[in-house]
């Protein structure tokens, strides 16, 4: 029996009218006191209890990347821990990766609350937290202080802070990534969150390049740098973005953040709030999304041939929506609303999952299956 899904779901979400907020901060300060005392007794017990109880392992599950060894294709999305407080803690949940963020260079304290909805009948969650975070310098100490507890590769999602005028972004993110470089796996250029005034316009080429410019030539092929893209880009951005993926030797593509789409919505009216959701700001996560992201990563591996490494990310909650995904050309793929709405043992469930389609399917090993859907063009 899944304690999470018949017990501990049904009081978050209804019952006792809990700020999913207040839910969110108090989840992670219990997993953030796990993971900072996880090497003494007793919750070195707790620990090991945890990872019994929600890890596999399996190396036909496993993949190289960028150098890098991903025990396995299910990472924690940006946005769950974004001052990576408890990062050492999400090999326990079963983890493969995990990115923390969005970090950007000045702290800051976000949108003012409510700001954060679940949208119960669409199995989705609308967002516009505004990057709250400690800022760059704080991650980075926290991080130096932590080396040893972290064991999986670890993603670092910088964003532009919201003084900083767009003019000056790249040199913002170059500042944020300076501080950082040593204590991040890989690296990401959020450009597609909804709920930074503007910062999705840096999508655009020229703007873009100005960042990945500045940046891969701090970076000097150090660290892996990817580029997170919206789902309500038209394919000519996502075109032009793959040329600068090309010309500024991008390590791959995170396809994607939120959307601003509020059509095929069941939910009207928030009930926090009494607007219209079509009235309300913020991206929207989870089923919704699910389709389209989909549609963005299989367009994004049949124009690259395969050759541009995908992380797909929006609506994955099954090992359905999962394979979808991997088949559709994401190598690796990363949840956040799925895991809130069916909680910590839906990592597990998903890599059972995975290994029995792989047998179905014939596969060795899970980099078999990406993109075996896809027809080539
Ligand atoms: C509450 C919330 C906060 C988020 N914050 C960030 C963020 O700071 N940076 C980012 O790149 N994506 C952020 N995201 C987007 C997720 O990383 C992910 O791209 C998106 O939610 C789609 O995946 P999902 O359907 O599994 O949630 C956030 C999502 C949610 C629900």
């Given at each position: 029996m899944?304690?999470?899904r018949?017990?501990?779901r049904?009081?978050?979400?209804?019952?006792?009218?809990?700020?999913?907020e207040?839910?969110?901060?108090?989840?992670?300060?219990?997993?953030?006191?796990?993971?900072?005392?996880?090497n003494?007794?007793?919750?070195?017990?707790?620990?090991?209890?945890?990872?019994?109880?929600?890890?596999?392992?399996?190396?036909?599950?496993?993949?190289?990347?960028?150098?890098?060894?991903?025990?396995?294709p299910?990472?924690?999305?940006?946005g769950?821990?974004?001052?990576?407080?408890?990062?050492?803690?999400?090999?326990?949940?079963?983890f493969?990766?995990?990115?923390?963020?969005?970090?950007?260079l000045?702290?800051?304290?976000?949108?003012?609350?409510?700001r954060?909805?679940r949208?119960?009948?669409?199995?989705?969650?609308?967002?516009?937290?505004?990057?709250?975070?400690?800022?760059?310098?704080?991650?980075?100490?926290r991080?130096?202080?932590?080396?040893?507890?972290?064991?999986?590769?670890?993603?670092?999602?910088l964003?532009?802070?919201?003084i900083?005028?767009?003019?000056?972004?790249?040199?913002?993110?170059?500042?944020?990534?300076?501080q950082?470089?040593?204590?991040?796996?890989?690296?990401?250029v959020?450009v597609?969150?909804?709920?930074?005034?503007?910062?999705?316009?840096l999508?655009?080429?020229?703007?873009?390049?100005?960042?990945?410019?500045?940046?891969?030539?701090?970076?000097q092929?150090?660290?892996?740098?990817?580029v997170?893209i919206?789902?309500?880009?038209?394919?000519?951005?996502?075109?032009?973005?793959?040329e600068?993926a090309?010309?500024?030797?991008?390590?791959?593509?995170i396809?994607?953040?939120?959307?601003?789409?509020?059509?095929?919505?069941?939910?009207t009216?928030?009930?926090?709030?009494g607007?219209?959701?079509?009235?309300e700001?913020?991206?929207?996560?989870?089923?919704?999304?699910?389709?389209?992201s989909?549609?963005?990563?299989?367009?994004?591996?049949?124009?690259?041939?395969?050759?541009?490494?995908?992380?797909?990310?929006?609506?994955?909650?099954?090992?359905?929506?999962?394979?979808?995904k991997?088949t559709?050309?994401?190598?690796?793929?990363?949840?956040?609303?799925?895991w809130?709405?069916?909680?910590?043992?839906?990592?597990?469930?998903?890599?059972?999952?995975?290994?029995?389609?792989?047998?179905?399917?014939?596969?060795?090993?899970?980099?078999?299956?990406?993109?075996?859907?896809?027809?080539?063009?």
């Open positions: 899944d304690i999470y018949t017990t501990i049904p009081i978050l979400f209804s019952g006792l009218k809990v700020d999913p207040w839910a969110h901060q108090q989840s992670l300060a219990l997993l953030s006191w796990i993971g900072q005392y996880q003494q007794f007793p919750v070195s017990r707790i620990e090991h209890q945890l990872k019994s109880v929600f890890s596999i392992n399996s190396t036909r599950l496993s993949q190289t990347l960028w150098g890098l060894s991903f025990p396995n299910v990472g924690l999305a940006a769950f821990d974004k001052d990576g407080v408890a990062a050492g803690i999400w090999h326990s949940f079963g493969g990766f995990a990115e923390l963020g969005t970090v950007t000045h702290p800051q304290p976000g949108n003012p609350r409510p954060l909805f949208l119960l009948q669409d199995q989705a969650v609308l967002n516009r937290m505004g990057f709250n975070n400690q800022g760059a310098a704080a991650l980075a100490t991080l130096s202080q932590h080396t040893q507890a972290v064991s999986l590769p670890i993603g670092i999602n964003g532009k802070s919201k900083t005028p767009l003019e000056a972004a790249a040199k913002d993110y170059l500042a944020s990534f300076r950082l470089k040593a204590w991040g796996d890989y690296f990401v959020n597609s969150s909804p709920n930074t005034p503007g910062l999705r316009s999508q655009n080429a020229t703007q873009l390049s100005q960042i990945l410019e500045a940046l891969q030539t701090e970076n092929g150090d660290k892996p740098l990817l997170k919206a789902p309500d880009l038209e394919w000519e951005a996502i075109a032009d973005i793959l600068l090309q010309t500024y030797q991008l390590a791959g593509i396809a994607t953040n939120t959307t601003i789409r509020r059509d095929g919505l069941s939910t009216v928030i009930s926090r709030t607007n219209l959701v079509t009235e700001a913020g991206g929207i996560s989870g089923a919704p999304l699910r389709q389209r989909t549609e963005v990563i299989r367009w994004i591996y049949q124009q690259t041939q395969g050759q541009l490494p995908i992380i797909g990310v929006g609506g994955i909650f099954t090992p359905e929506d999962a394979w979808e991997i559709a050309g994401a190598c690796l793929i990363q949840t956040y609303t799925g809130v709405y069916e909680g910590p043992g839906m990592v597990r469930r998903i890599l059972e999952g995975l290994l029995q389609r792989l047998d179905v399917a014939g596969f060795n090993s899970l980099s078999e299956a990406v993109g075996s859907q896809v027809d080539r063009v």
